[in-house]
């Protein structure tokens, strides 16, 4: 079983920038893919991004391409999530996710099979 906690939500200007981190326990990190995703008030949960077990191949939304950034230590068992150039759309509680029996990043929700409890983003304009 793996457990999942976010951290690094808060509030910001649009324009701003912050990192969200998730530190993961319970099985071997290196062995699974990791993704984020979103959900705004009133909307469904969304894909953001996801990582290979390696890191060495990246799946983004259209939305935040070229503006969010996921990266992995696998030896701190954290996955990271940079995000510049924020915008008020951006707004909603992002959470973490895993996938431990696939290696290779997805997009879709069914593809992950365990999730952090979420931390708030909030941008205003």
């Known amino acids: 079983q793996v457990q999942l906690v976010e951290s690094g939500g808060g509030l910001v200007q649009a324009g701003g920038s912050l990192r969200l981190s998730c530190a993961a326990s319970?099985?071997?990190?290196?062995?699974?893919?990791m993704g984020w995703f979103r959900q705004a008030p009133g909307k469904e949960r969304e894909f953001v991004a996801a990582?290979?077990?390696?890191?060495?191949?990246?799946r983004y939304a259209d939305s935040v391409k070229d503006r969010f950034t996921i990266s992995r230590d696998n030896a701190k068992d954290t996955v990271y999530l940079q995000m510049n150039s924020l915008k008020p759309e951006d707004t909603a509680v992002y959470y973490c996710?895993?996938?431990?029996?696939?290696?290779?990043?997805?997009?879709?929700?069914?593809?992950?099979?365990?999730w952090g409890q979420g931390t708030q983003v909030t941008v205003s304009s």
């Open positions: 990582i290979s077990w390696s890191g060495g191949s990246t």
């Open positions: 319970g099985r071997t990190f290196n062995n699974y893919a």
């Open positions: 996710t895993a996938s431990t029996k696939k290696l290779v990043p997805g997009t879709g929700e069914g593809f992950y099979d365990a």
